[in-house]
């Protein structure tokens, strides 16, 4: 298991890589949904991952959620890109 410091590394990376998603969304000209989706899925996982050794049952219901939206996401994105191949 990882110890209280790595955890919160793990925490800041995921927490910056969900706030880098947010601001590639409002700033981005043309947003990619993969990498929008993709990013938010492993930021969410690497709270997750923090939220083992920091427990905070409001927190990791909230990255369950967000985890689920992302997947949900991706799975969308994928189904436009394939429906536009010809």
Known sequence: ????????????????????????NVYAPVVNAFVYNGTNLIGALLLTLSLLVHFNLASLLLEFVWMAIAVGGLWKAYRDHARQQP
């Open 1 to 24: 298991m990882i110890d209280g410091f790595w955890a919160n590394v793990i925490g800041i990376l995921g927490s910056a890589l969900i706030v880098f998603a947010y601001a590639y």
